[in-house]
């Protein structure tokens, strides 16, 4: 039996598993090194490594919101680019992410290792499987904890910001391009790794309670917080350590406290710091695990991957694998390069992020309907591109030739399992359809129907009686001129094979009724409504006229929804009546009706369009 993942997921928790699983080794560990790259203009490298994550962020956030699903960042690539890419990506999203989670458990067991005889290993394997056992028991404890981690080392972080301001000494950034400006941009790509988690927490969507308000205002108040945090952390720590021994530091936070407030502040810095890194971890395995669901759903892993604990309605098989692999990596891997080809990745996936909103944006696939819309659209998309190209040249040939041998694995499990087994729709298909297959056979309905599913999983649509009768209906899509009475014999011969009634008698009432009244009621739209006899007889046609139909009175008509319902189905075709006059008074209607490409199309404008329920 399946279950549904359970919404458990806050605003608040957004955030701080964002903000989490951003502030950890970038803050507490890399500053130092960058320093002694980049002098005291470090801090514009982490302004402007932030500021280059925006055009990701809000392309995200904006998908995201059209597909809140497990997979994140993983779920919208494959949708864009299809089941090759998709699989490259999911592979590299969850290597990647259970990188950084295994990286933080070290972190976490360099600190632990001073208080107890135990191996740094042995520390980060218990740690690792302590956070498993919570991400086993439930989404809310595991955000509940994290939340309680967050706050906690932003607290320690405001003290350290405010009581080391005052103890600044102006003469530590003089001169402030101390390594000249090109270092500024060589240091944006090393420190871009303390930014990696901020499109992460989409493979959360699933979870939350209202993602289409929740998610984008979290990630844009935790890139916010977190680059204000960096840039104020690292002013101080410049300001009060010594150049010499900042640029050697691999404790650079704790060190600055040392300086202006002693061992307690030091300790407390180091108490942060643990949060932290344990913050990161605990985000690690939340989001990498989430990873292997989504691919499994698609066939692209065994399915095995999706199954969902009853009790805690939680992905266990997909926690648990990401766990044994976090382990391993944690005994056997290089730990240090292995993160700096994930940061590699990660630049690739912010990369994508915006390839595929203009994808989606292009596509103009009508059951695309994010909450949210990135502005400046593809202004910011081409620069978010440009950026992350700009940074991966900024990393060298030897992690970009790493990366590329990281992407292999994905291809290589595709050609060998996933080829066979996926099938998936993708928005370059439709995009290719627009440009050159205009006899539409590259395309199925599978894409749309799978988006359209999304939004009403989303919105909480009641698939009530009108929702129904629309998923059934018949439509009819006229390329060429008709006139009207050709065209109510077309419907009159469907209708009556369907309702088992003389075709005959369908024509004679839809004629009588257009000479007796029009059924137009507005430019271009025609509902055209009878009443039979019968009992419990009820169906609605929806029709595309693209050449258009006159009606009495030289009314030309494109769109027209026929209404027939027998005397008891009063009530129904009353309801009905009134919700199609409704939907088509929405902005925007008529253009979406006239560039559909399938009869799929024209029923999900019509079910996807607002309407008051009665």
């Known amino acids: ?50 500021i280059l994550c925006l055009p990701a962020l809000l392309s995200t956030a904006e998908l995201i919101t059209a597909m809140p699903k497990a997979g994140g960042n993983y779920f919208y690539i494959m949708r864009g680019f299809g089941p090759l890419l ?8 969850w290597l990647s992410s259970s990188l950084k989670g295994a990286f933080a458990l070290i972190g976490m067991g360099a600190y632990l290792i001073l208080l107890t005889d135990l191996s740094l290993e042995v520390i980060a394997l218990i740690c690792c499987i302590f956070f498993i056992i919570l991400n086993l028991i439930g989404i809310k404890e595991a955000g509940r904890f994290q939340v309680f981690l967050v706050l906690g080392f932003l607290s320690t972080l405001l003290v350290y910001i405010v009581w080391g301001t005052k103890t600044v000494n102006p003469e530590n950034f003089s001169p402030f391009f101390a390594k000249g400006l090109d270092s500024v941009f060589t240091m944006t790509s090393f420190v871009f790794i303390s930014y990696g988690g901020l499109i992460e927490v989409t493979t959360l969507a699933e979870e939350t309670k209202n993602p289409g308000r929740d998610f984008p205002l979290g990630m844009i108040l935790s890139l916010i917080v977190v680059s204000i945090v960096y840039a104020l952390v690292i002013f101080v720590t410049i300001g ?17 406290a040392g300086v202006f407030g002693g061992n307690t502040l030091k300790i407390i810095i180091g108490v942060g710091a643990f949060l932290a890194f344990i913050s990161t971890a605990n985000s690690g395995i939340m989001t990498a695990s989430r990873y292997p669901l989504a691919m499994s759903r698609d066939k692209l892993l065994p399915p095995g991957f999706q199954k ?11 926690i648990l694998f990401t766990g044994f692999f976090m382990i391993t990596a944690i005994l056997f891997l290089r730990l240090e390069l292995l993160v700096k080809v994930a940061s590699g990745v990660l630049i690739l996936l912010y990369i994508f992020a915006n390839l595929t909103l203009i994808l989606f944006r292009e596509s103009k696939i009508s059951s695309y309907q994010p909450k949210f819309h990135s502005p400046f659209y593809p202004y910011l998309q081409v620069l978010g591109i440009s950026g992350g190209l700009f940074l991966l040249m900024g990393m060298g040939m030897l992690i970009i030739f790493l990366t590329t041998v990281f992407l ?13 087994r996926a099938s998936q729709d993708s928005a370059l298909i439709y995009v290719l359809e627009r440009l050159v297959a205009r006899d539409k056979e590259l395309t199925s309905d599978n894409l749309l129907t799978e988006l359209k599913d999304i939004v009403i999983e989303r919105d909480e649509v009641i698939r009530d009686k009108f929702h129904k009768l629309i998923e059934e209906s018949k439509v009819l899509d006229i390329e060429e001129p008709l006139k009207m009475e ?42 055209p409504h009878i009443v039979v006899d019968g009992r419990n007889v009820f169906k609605v046609l929806l029709a595309r006229a693209k050449t258009g139909i006159i009606l009495p009175g030289d009314k030309l008509v494109h769109i027209i929804f026929v209404i027939v319902g027998s005397h008891d189905e009063r009530n129904l075709h009353l309801k009905v009546l009134a919700s199609m006059a409704q939907i088509a008074q929405c ?6 009706w006239s560039r559909a490409r399938s009869a799929e199309e024209l029923r999900n404008i019509i079910l996807l369009t607002e309407r008051r329920k009665d």
């Open 308 to 318: 969902i604990s009853s009790k805690f309605k939680t992905p266990y098989t997909a």
């Open 408 to 420: 292999l694995l994905g291809f290589i499990w595709y050609k060998a399992y996933a080829q066979k």
């Open 486 to 527: 050709d065209f109510f014999k077309e419907v009159s011969d469907i209708l009556g094979k369907d309702l088992n009634l003389e075709p005959r008698e369908l024509l004679k009432k839809f004629m009588k009724r257009e000479e007796e009244s029009s059924t137009v009621i507005r430019k271009g739209l025609a509902i």
């Open 240 to 256: 009060v350590l010594n150049p010499e021994n900042l640029g050697v530091s691999l404790t650079p936070i704790s060190d600055g």
């Open 587 to 592: 902005p925007e209607f008529d253009e979406k």
């Open 86 to 93: 998709g699989t490259v990506v999911g592979f590299s999203a």
């Open 1 to 50: 039996m399946k279950h549904g993942l359970k919404k458990e997921l806050t605003l608040l928790d957004i955030f701080c598993a964002t903000a989490g699983a951003m502030i950890s080794s970038g803050l507490f560990i890399l500053p130092g090194l960058a320093f002694a790259q980049a002098g005291p203009a470090i801090i514009l490298s982490y302004i402007i490594a932030g």
